[in-house]
């Protein structure tokens, strides 16, 4: 199983809204990342959580809240948005993230398509 | 700063054409490279992954190379068919303690029946 879920797949929300993405694998994968990608443009990374610890944070603006509750979920807290971000935010987690790790090959979920109205 | 390019962005090939996709990336202290797909409003499905250690790895009609010294990886797609049709990525990631992917913008590929 090589499967990373993702939910929900579309999500509208208002500038004042408090919503939430959620991510899931059962790879027994130790990192997980979220992705940003706005259309006709490659993925940006925002955040990477390696053994449930956030270990990047790409200058990503406080209104996007990470969360990594277990090795297996990790969340995305959406709070106060603009239309700008509007986009699909994918996620994505691979086995480690360290050197010598011989197995960093990252699997990604199907995304959430983010409208901000 | 790592940079990766993927020319052409589009390219269009009639079915049964066997065709090679080109990835370039400027600092050949990468750890791996990987191939991905992407579906128009869908997510990346990986389909090949090289160690910096290995020249190639090959998956059914796939085929992918790297040349760190030259900064090179060249995926080789045999036999097209119209269901190839999709976006392109290749992502490369650095030595170091991340694994952060620096990805190119993508080939979009069109296979005509």
């Known amino acids: 199983d090589t499967e990373v879920t993702q939910t929900p797949k579309h999500l509208v929300m208002g500038m004042t809204n408090k919503k939430s993405l959620k991510c899931e694998q059962h790879?027994?994968?130790?990192?997980m990342y979220w992705y940003k990608q706005k259309a006709k443009k490659p993925p940006e990374l925002m955040f990477v959580?390696?053994?449930?610890?956030?270990?990047i944070n790409e200058s990503v603006p406080s209104r996007f809240s990470p969360e990594c509750p277990n090795s297996s979920l990790l969340n995305l807290h959406l709070h106060a948005l603009q239309p700008e971000d509007s986009a699909l935010y994918l996620c994505?987690?691979?086995?480690?993230?360290?050197?010598?790790?011989?197995?960093?090959?990252?699997?990604f979920g199907q995304g959430t398509r983010l409208t901000v109205v | 700063k790592q940079e990766v390019t993927q020319i052409p962005a589009a390219l269009s090939v009639p079915e049964g054409e066997n065709l090679v996709l080109n990835c370039s990336f400027t600092?050949?202290?990468?750890?791996?490279l990987q191939w991905f797909r992407q579906d128009p409003g869908k997510g990346l499905t990986s389909l090949l992954l090289?160690?910096?250690?290995?020249r190639e790895q090959t998956s059914g009609r796939l085929n992918a190379s790297l040349d760190k010294s030259s900064g090179r990886s060249t995926l080789y797609i045999a036999a097209s068919q119209p269901g190839d049709s999709a976006t392109y990525l290749c992502?490369?990631?650095?030595?170091?303690?991340?694994?952060?992917?620096?990805f190119g913008k993508g080939i979009t590929l069109s296979v005509r029946p």
């Open positions: 994505a987690s691979s086995r480690g993230v360290f050197v010598g790790e011989v197995d960093t090959e990252a699997f």
């Open positions: 790879m027994g994968h130790r990192a």
């Open positions: 959580y390696s053994y449930e610890k956030l270990s």
């Open positions: 600092d050949s202290a990468i750890y791996n």
């Open positions: 090289i160690q910096s250690s290995q």
């Open positions: 992502a490369v990631s650095p030595t170091g303690a991340n694994s952060k992917l620096t």
